[in-house]
């Protein structure tokens, strides 16, 4: 299947059953992961997302088998613009950088150049249009780098404690989780 091929088919709605079918298609085919990504990046919205939940579903499956691809998917962060993209793309990051991630994910993630990432990761934080969900995964990834980058504690204490003040449930059990950890 190419990349033309791909977007026929995640053009009309479909739920997880589909997710699972398609992302074992790719896997058995040996897609090239560069075309999953350049989905995600489609000017259709929904087209874009549905490849983003593709690729997070193909990840977390087997996430030692795109070790190589980590930084791809990682150089993809600062064009997302769609909310349920980065919602897809955060949760990677946030299982990429978990202390559980496999090794050849962290041996991988050691090599890359991870400022650009924290930035966004930031930067989606920040951001009052970016869902609370995003902001949930961000803070997750961006505590999972913090030993990486000395700054990170002290600007995601700030930022989960302002978010925090006027947040959601789900930022406030998470964010007390965290700074309870930074602490």
């Known amino acids: 299947m190419n990349q033309n091929q791909l977007i026929e088919r995640i053009k009309e ?13 790719l896997k058995n085919e040996q897609f090239n992961l560069g075309d999953l ?8 919205e929904a087209i874009a997302f549905r490849a983003a939940w593709i690729l997070e579903n193909l990840y977390l499956q087997q996430p030692q088998g795109y070790a190589l691809q980590l930084g791809d ?19 990677i990051v946030m299982y990429a950088t978990s202390p559980k991630a496999p090794e050849a ?16 990761l930031f930067d989606w934080m920040i ?6 969900a995003v902001k949930v995964f961000a803070a997750e990834a961006l505590f999972n780098l913090r030993h990486q980058h000395d700054w990170i504690r002290h600007e995601l204490q700030n930022q989960l404690e302002f ?21």
């Open 163 to 183: 978010l925090m003040r006027d947040g959601s449930a789900a930022i406030q059990t998470r964010g007390k989780k965290l700074l309870k950890g930074l602490s």
């Open 127 to 132: 951001d009052t249009k970016v869902k609370i």
């Open 13 to 25: 709605t479909f739920g997880k059953l589909k997710v699972l079918e398609l992302s074992g298609i």
């Open 105 to 120: 994910i962290k041996d991988q993630l050691a090599q890359l150049n991870t400022e650009p990432v924290v930035e966004q």
């Open 37 to 44: 990504i350049a989905v995600t990046h489609h000017h259709d």
């Open 73 to 91: 998917i990682l150089n993809a962060l600062p064009a997302i613009t769609g909310p349920g993209v980065k919602r897809h793309y955060a949760r």
